[in-house]
């Protein structure tokens, strides 16, 4: 487990037992993970979807109801970002990235209170991610992939493919963001 930039962001590496006829390892274990986050974390739904080169997902999170997420790769590649929504947060604002693979089998925690977003680097990519709240539609909300505040260096050049709702999410200083840790 390594903490990054933004502290309550976990990038976790399995063990992986691997010979020639192939490889093992836990993806998910509820000890050793709330021993990890330093709580105890209960997911409620679990995820999967699959995307072409050049899709961004994102960047979204649920303002009531938030969800954290345990996200990894099962299929090609991606550069994964979580950027803190939190407004009392020292980090508000600021992002973290992470290239994750089916190849690396890395993982990211990104707890609730941060927009999440996805680029797909490969030919394609299959994504699954655990959340600890249930999908609320009334409550999704979005950042722009390219907010010039937030200044995410997306690794590619020209437009990515992205959902209509995404091509018009709101910049950051027009989004609602949580205005304190008891917000979730």
Not at 19 to 42: I, K, L, M, T, Y
Not at 54 to 66: A, C, D, F, K, S
Not at 126 to 155: C, G, H, M
């Amino acid at each position: 487990m390594t903490s990054l930039e933004i502290v309550d962001v976990l990038l976790i590496e399995p063990t992986v037992f691997g010979d020639d006829r192939g490889f093992f390892f836990e993806s998910f274990n509820q000890a050793q993970f709330d021993a990890v986050v330093g709580r105890n974390v209960s997911f409620v739904q679990d995820n999967h979807s699959k995307s072409a080169k050049g899709v961004l997902r994102g960047l979204h999170y649920q303002i009531r109801e938030p969800q954290g997420k345990l996200v990894r790769v099962v299929e090609g590649e991606v550069f994964d970002v979580a950027v803190d929504m939190r407004r009392a947060s020292p980090t508000f604002g600021k992002w973290v990235g992470e290239v994750l693979s089916a190849e690396s089998k890395r993982q990211l925690w990104i707890p609730p209170g941060f927009a999440h977003g996805f680029l797909v680097l490969s030919d394609s990519a299959q994504f699954l991610y655990k959340t600890t709240d249930f999908y609320s539609p009334e409550n999704e909300r979005a950042v722009i992939w390219n907010d010039a505040t937030l200044d995410i260096r997306w690794p590619i050049n020209g437009m990515p493919i992205l959902s209509a709702k995404d091509a018009v999410a709101p910049s950051l200083d027009r989004a609602e963001v949580f205005a304190a840790a008891t917000d979730f």
